[in-house]
């Protein structure tokens, strides 16, 4: 018997031993409603509830998004000037992104941050994460770390417990890789 493909390969483990939960509490009025935590860089992705009249609905919290916006040049590993557009209206710097190839960029200035197209200011290979063109190709959708969209159709008083990122924006001890 053969394995398709090494387990253990790209796994990550983190580095959160001693930070609290942080508990939020939101009025939901419509699908897609989404939460910015402006005092904080990045969170691991919620859990949480929204209370309606019948029941308590399991919530489907995840990052906001953008699409990178690059038809002219493509970008390479030492590019900080980033062109997104379709993005979350009001974003709130400083924050991480996180590209489709996994590094972790930190927003440090946006240019237009309560419109959907901005050019971002970003610090690269962030949190132990290495520089990487793959995930910043034209139209590619990076994730918005301090912004949390709540997906499902119920609203109501939401209540979610999230896990802020430890570690300074220079930290190599959020993520690191795990031997097999």
């Known amino acids: ?3 398709a493909a090494d ?13 609290m939960p942080i508990q939020l509490y939101v009025l939901k009025v419509t699908q897609s409603d989404w939460i910015n935590l ?34 002219g ?3 390479g590993t030492t590019d900080t ?3 997104v557009q379709t993005a979350q209206a009001t974003r709130k710097p400083p924050y991480y992104i996180l590209t489709a190839g996994g590094e972790v960029m930190l ?5 237009t941050p309560t419109a959907t197209t901005s050019t971002l200011t970003v610090q690269r290979g962030m949190l132990g994460t290495t520089a990487s063109a793959t995930g910043l190709a034209n ?6 770390l301090n912004q949390i969209v709540l997906g499902s159709a119920s609203v109501g008083p939401t ?6 990122f430890t570690g300074e924006p220079d930290s190599s001890t959020v993520f690191s890789t795990v031997s097999p």
């Not at 139209?139 to 918005?144: F, G, P």
Request: aromatic share 8%; charged share 10%; glycine share 6%.
């Open 107 to 111: 927003c440090v200035a946006d240019s």
């Open 139 to 144: 139209t590619n959708v990076v994730s918005i």
């Open 38 to 71: 402006s005092n904080i860089r990045g969170i691991w992705l919620p859990s949480g509830f929204t209370v309606t009249a019948a029941a308590n609905v399991a919530e489907t919290p995840t990052y906001g998004t953008a699409a990178i916006n690059n038809s």
């Open 81 to 83: 000037s980033i062109v």
């Open 7 to 19: 387990k253990t390969a790209g796994l990550y483990r983190s580095n959160t031993q001693g930070i």
């Open 1 to 3: 018997m053969t394995a």
């Open 73 to 75: 040049t493509a970008y």
């Open 159 to 164: 209540f979610l417990r999230a896990v802020p």
